[in-house]
Nanobody, 125 residues
Framework: QVPLVESGGGSVQSGGSLRLSCAVS????????MAWFRQVPGKGREAVAC???????TYVDSVRGRFLISQDDAKNTLYLQMSSLKPDDTAMYYC???????????????????WGQGTQVTVSS
């Protein structure tokens, strides 16, 4: 298994910002597709954003314009910059890696074979 470690979660007020990080070991993030998912108790894991091997990004409608997925190739790290946060964004956030090059099928958790341990984001109204 390839290690992925999330960090940067916390508690913020509605309208605030956070940046999540995912440190990756064992492979180069720019050579495959990477994604962020989120999950609340009793619900399935929801795809939030994806970035493919050439840097093309995809977002779920509810976060488009507020969230930005990116990579720092020098640090081999994946990021999720979150702005204008809402209480509905409260969840455990996970980074995930796929051996596929592109983000086709990115909403399906089965296409991502490597997962981090998660970092909690809580947004108060």
């Amino acid at each position: 298994q390839v290690p992925l470690v999330e960090s940067g979660g916390g508690s913020v007020q509605s309208g605030g910002s956070l940046r999540l990080s995912c440190a990756v070991s064992g492979y180069t993030v720019s050579r495959n597709s990477m994604a962020w998912f989120r999950q609340v108790p009793g619900k399935g894991r929801e795809a939030v954003a994806c970035i493919d091997q050439v840097g093309t990004t995809t977002y779920v409608d509810s976060v488009r314009g507020r969230f930005l997925i990116s990579q720092d190739d020098a640090k081999n790290t994946l990021y999720l910059q979150m702005s204008s946060l809402k209480p509905d964004d409260t969840a455990m956030y996970y980074c995930a890696a796929s051996r596929l090059f592109y983000c086709g099928g990115w909403r399906d958790v089965a296409n991502f074979g490597y997962w981090g341990q998660g970092t909690q984001v809580t947004v108060s109204s």
